[in-house]
């Protein structure tokens, strides 16, 4: 099987990039970040976010599943399709601390390389080329800058229809960023034999047909 991993910074638009070539390629896209989101969701349900030992507790009573459906992924939370309430900025900082606890990514971790052992997958996150699959043949850290990152998420808000500051949007990137780079387990930075893409100058179509050229340059 061919694994393809791709990690980077919230925002950096690894999500749409690598559905988008995984389809191209014909390939299975994960993308890991629900599955943290889908935890994070759980915890707050119950009142739990913040509360290492109850999320830690919670896992037991959980079921979170990726399914295919038509082609396109969907993750469920206990049974039900939760796919479009994980979306949203509280959720978002949800799962960048629930990430943070060993415990919850065991949790995620056998699910995840149990996908990859059984197809030619793209899969991204925060770790993948240095945790989750550090023998995949293709490893990707795909970023761009702060500013950039503020701005795409800013106009997808606003397209969105919701009422946002820019210089809180940023924020927001900036904090991520922060929890992700700084935390003890697996935090986020590029694995040795990863090859360095920076989208900020490069439009959707650009990253994408970047991400297939280098699967390629390396299958």
Known sequence: MINVAIDGPAGA?????????????????????????????????????????????????????????????????????????IRTPEISMGASAVSAIPKVRE????LQRDIAKKNNVIMDGRDIATVVLPDAKVKIFLFASPECRAKRRYDELIEKGESVMFEDVLADVNQRDYQDSHREIAPLKPSEESIMLDTSELNLEESIQAVINIVKENI
């Open 107 to 110: 949790f995620l971790l056998d």
């Open 13 to 85: 638009g690894k999500s749409t990039v690598a559905k988008a070539a995984a389809k191209e390629l014909g390939y299975i896209y994960v993308d890991t970040g629900a599955l943290y989101r889908t935890v994070a969701l759980g915890a707050q349900r119950k009142g739990f976010l913040g509360d290492t030992d109850k999320i830690i507790d919670m896992l037991s009573d959980i079921n979170v599943e990726l399914k295919y459906i038509d082609g396109v992924q969907a993750v469920f939370l206990n049974g039900e399709d939760v796919s479009s309430l």
